[in-house]
């Protein structure tokens, strides 16, 4: 049997659910929350914050919130942030490849 849910509990579940970017099956990703976190919901929600700053990819490549939680995804190293160009940079080196290739 599973431990009582305080509302504490509830109360940071929601903060994480509130930050996570993908919001799909609440209430199972609320059972993983009850049984996978224990203690670690600063880190949890620290993680996904970092991760918001970092950028995440496209939606379809975040987990479900429920996956996230059952793999213990916070105790993964974060990634790199990825360099962004500008669309001006994109453009002026479309420009300059444009220009290279009608010289030839």
Do not use: C
């Amino acid at each position: 049997m599973g431990r009582t849910v305080s509302e504490e509990d509830v109360k940071r579940f929601e903060e994480f659910w509130r930050h996570y970017p993908r919001k799909v099956a609440k209430p199972v990703a609320f059972k993983a929350w009850m049984r996978e976190v224990n203690g670690d919901q600063e880190k949890v929600i620290a993680w996904v914050e970092a991760m918001k700053q970092i950028g995440w990819d496209d939606e379809q490549f975040i987990p479900h919130p429920s996956t996230f939680l059952n793999q213990r995804r916070w105790e993964d190293p974060l990634p790199q942030p990825k360099k962004r160009e500008d669309r001006n940079e994109r453009n002026r080196k479309a420009i300059e490849e444009g220009t290279r290739n009608s010289a030839t």
